[in-house]
């Protein structure tokens, strides 16, 4: 392409130049001057015209624009995958007995039968008859104790020894005639060491100001494990 364009600017330079030169000859004594050219020049307008088209050339020509770097996304850190269970070397806690598993069932009334009339101030022991109704032993510490109403001067009883589970034993706690008169009554129930409750309510329900006061055969507070009918 470039070689064509030069041979066409030679081509022009020289037909310009055999025109000026036809023209000049038609007269000697015209006071036109006579334009000549060297062939220094004529080289010389070939090489600016070939100059010129390189140029055009190399403005015409894409450019090669570099490709932008890309940038690595940053690594991410995989979250710990559970896998649930417990690990090898874990400490796997131990359950004990739970409060679903002890029960307490009433039987009868050994001493203080309800509405059994007292006077302010006498001493008495009641005592009640239960059963251990759960699939779990009762553990020595366990506490029989006041709930509601009133204690008419009773502590909570705590077992000494363990009872089986479907034992049937004798619960004694001593207490005093309230000061006051009418039917008076307290409510007891069996916990835990811990203070769980659990199994059936149990109460001793006397009257203060009539009747006569029943012998007490109670010498002191008991729990005695009696056979199972």
Same mark, same amino acid.
């Given at each position: ?9 030679l $081509?022009t330079?020289?037909v ?7 023209s000049?000859?038609?007269?000697a ?6 334009l ?8 010389? $307008?070939?090489v600016?015209?070939f ?9 015409a020509?894409?450019?090669?624009t ?6 690595p996304a940053?690594?991410f850190?995989p979250f710990?995958?559970?896998?649930g ?7 796997i806690?131990v ?7 002890y029960?307490?069932t009433f039987?009868?009334d050994?001493s ?6 007292v006077?302010?101030? $006498? ?22 104790a ?8 009773? !502590?909570?009883y ?11 034993i ?8 309230p ?7 307290g ?6 060491a811990?203070? $769980? ?11 203060v ?12 507070? !008991?729990?005695?494990? !009696?056979?199972?009918?």
């Open positions: 392409m470039l070689k064509f364009r030069l041979v066409i600017g $081509q330079l020289m310009i130049g055999a025109l000026l030169l036809s000049c000859g038609a007269t004594a015209e006071a036109t001057p006579t000549t050219f060297s062939a220094d020049e004529i080289r010389t $307008q070939a600016q015209t100059s010129a088209d390189l140029t055009l050339t190399a403005l020509a894409p450019s090669d570099p490709i932008p770097t890309l940038t940053p690594t850190t710990a995958t559970s896998t269970g417990i690990g090898f070397g874990a400490t806690p359950v004990g007995a739970t409060a679903s598993c029960g307490l039987v009868s050994v203080i039968p309800d509405n059994t009339p006077t302010p101030g $006498q001493t008495f022991t009641k005592t009640w008859k239960v059963k251990n109704s759960g699939s779990c032993a009762w553990d020595a510490g366990f506490k029989f006041f709930v509601s109403g009133d204690a008419m001067g009773g !502590t909570a705590t077992l000494p020894s363990s009872v089986a589970a479907g034992a049937v004798d619960i004694s706690v001593p207490m005093v005639g000061d006051k008169t009418g039917t008076i009554r409510d007891w129930r069996m916990s835990t811990t203070g $769980q409750f659990f199994g059936d309510q149990v109460y001793v329900q006397v009257v100001g009539g009747g006569s006061v029943p012998t007490n055969t109670g010498t002191a507070p !008991t729990a005695t494990a !009696t056979a199972t009918p």
